[in-house]
């Protein structure tokens, strides 16, 4: 996946570029004997404004209002110069480019395509606008003009397509890996639950047909009892496998939106009590560390409900500084943890293994009490703000 300081680098020197040929254009090939004191205010201020830019990169990984104003602002700015400096015959037809580029690199495309679309509309409106207030003497439907047009809603488009076609959109590849780590988290599911249920089934099966044969019907029934509990059990963990390979809420609605939404149909399915905790109110994580937290809380989750024998389980965010604290406790039966530590260490526990490997992927950590009183807890720490 492209870095968020490659696309931060990569936008910074295309702002850059573009107003310095807007600048060589407006004052070096001007057909004006004398440039104005106002175009050399707006070319200052519009170098204020990319330097700004420049410094204070655009933090894409961050999903909240005031990242989507900042991101509308660039886009009204960059329209707005068009209208204030000619429509097509503006220097600044390349810097207007700059928020499409940005929206193309790290959201979806119906919304770069959106974008694309409304600064094609822009720019014909600032060459009539542009027209009526005198700022140039040519219609639109002027030759050069109409050539310009064309040229120019061609590469907003392109701008817009590119990123996808050469696969260097962030939320692609965030997608992607996501679909990546949930094949091999199946794959892993299915080498070691699935099997093992299987073979449990094929034991059964024998002792209840043995059980029939010799007449113990009582038996019987409570090994087909026994095998509609694993039963259950299985359709659960299908179930949720299929649930997270399909859903779409986390890019949608954010984390902590899916996951109540998660607890609320989990408590239902399971029948434990299930509590969310939003210490400070708000979480500041990447797309993709997002989307490796939910992983890792639907694990904890589907661990209480095959092992824990829990009433209640509670999920708590809690800030802390530049850090994040998640804990997911229950109060079920527990366990050892040196036994638990030992069988991790021996290949036992995968999906334990892979939860602690998605939180360190993350730059994070996780660790893990239990107790047959108090029950189990695990706390993950996980960096905020991280790309």
């Known amino acids: 996946m492209p870095g968020s300081s490659k696309i931060t680098l990569f936008l910074a020197v295309f702002r850059g570029f573009a107003y310095i040929v807007a600048?060589?254009?407006?004052?070096?090939?001007?057909?004006?004997?004398?440039?104005?004191?106002?175009?050399?205010?707006?070319?200052?201020?519009?170098?204020?404004?990319?330097?700004?830019?420049?410094?204070?990169p655009f933090r894409w990984y961050q999903k909240d209002y005031l990242t989507y104003l900042i991101l509308g602002a660039d886009v009204l700015?960059?329209?707005?110069?068009?209208?204030?400096?000619?429509?097509?015959?503006?220097?600044?037809l390349l810097y207007s480019l700059n928020p499409?580029?940005?929206?193309?690199?790290?959201?979806?495309?119906?919304?770069?395509?959106?974008?694309?679309?409304?600064?094609?509309?822009?720019?014909?409106?600032?060459?009539?606008?542009?027209?009526?207030?005198?700022?140039?003497?040519?219609?639109?439907?002027?030759?050069?003009?109409?050539?310009i047009l064309i040229i120019y809603i061609i590469v907003c488009f392109l701008a817009a397509f590119?990123?996808?076609?050469?696969?260097?959109?962030?939320?692609?590849?965030?997608?992607?890996?996501?679909?990546?780590?949930?094949?091999?988290?199946?794959?892993?599911?299915?080498?070691?639950?699935?099997?093992?249920?299987?073979?449990?089934?094929?034991?059964?099966?024998?002792?209840?047909?043995?059980?029939?044969?010799?007449?113990?019907?009582?038996?019987a029934t409570a090994e087909l009892n026994d095998l509609k509990l694993v039963a259950d059990d299985v359709y659960e963990d299908i179930r949720e496998s299929i649930d997270l390979l399909r859903s779409k809420k986390l890019d949608s609605i954010g984390l902590i939106p899916t996951l109540a939404d998660y607890l609320h149909q989990f408590g239902q399915r399971s029948g434990i009590r299930t509590e969310l905790l939003v210490v400070d109110g708000?979480?500041?994580?990447?797309?993709?560390?997002e989307l490796q937290l939910m992983r890792v809380l639907q694990e904890a989750l589907i661990n209480v409900r095959r092992h824990a024998n829990a009433r209640k389980v509670e999920v708590r965010f809690e800030a802390d500084g530049n850090w994040t604290q998640v804990s997911i406790g229950d109060d079920g039966?527990?366990?050892?943890?040196?036994?638990?530590?030992?069988?991790?260490?021996?290949?036992?526990?995968?999906?334990?293994?892979?939860?602690?490997?998605?939180?360190?992927?993350?730059?994070?950590?996780?660790?893990?009490?239990?107790?047959?009183?108090?029950?189990?807890?695990i706390f993950l720490k996980i960096p905020t703000g991280k790309g």
């Open 23 to 56: 600048a060589i254009q407006i004052v070096f090939l001007s057909s004006l004997a004398v440039i104005p004191s106002q175009t050399y205010l707006l070319l200052g201020l519009v170098g204020a404004y990319t330097i700004a830019k420049i410094l204070i």
């Open 77 to 92: 700015v960059c329209v707005s110069l068009l209208f204030l400096t000619g429509g097509l015959a503006s220097g600044f």
């Open 100 to 147: 499409i580029l940005t929206i193309s690199l790290i959201m979806h495309r119906r919304v770069a395509l959106s974008v694309a679309g409304f600064s094609s509309l822009a720019v014909i409106g600032s060459q009539l606008f542009s027209s009526r207030i005198g700022l140039i003497t040519a219609p639109i439907i002027a030759s050069e003009y109409l050539s």
């Open 162 to 219: 590119l990123p996808f076609f050469i696969n260097a959109n962030v939320h692609r590849h965030i997608e992607e890996k996501a679909t990546v780590d949930e094949r091999n988290r199946l794959a892993v599911e299915m080498h070691d639950n699935l099997a093992q249920n299987l073979g449990y089934f094929k034991l059964k099966t024998k002792l209840v047909k043995d059980s029939l044969l010799s007449g113990d019907t009582k038996k």
């Open 282 to 289: 708000q979480t500041d994580f990447s797309p993709l560390a």
């Open 333 to 377: 039966q527990g366990f050892d943890p040196t036994t638990y530590q030992q069988e991790e260490e021996e290949g036992h526990h995968i999906g334990l293994k892979v939860m602690r490997e998605r939180v360190e992927s993350l730059g994070g950590n996780m660790s893990i009490t239990s107790d047959s009183k108090l029950g189990t807890k």
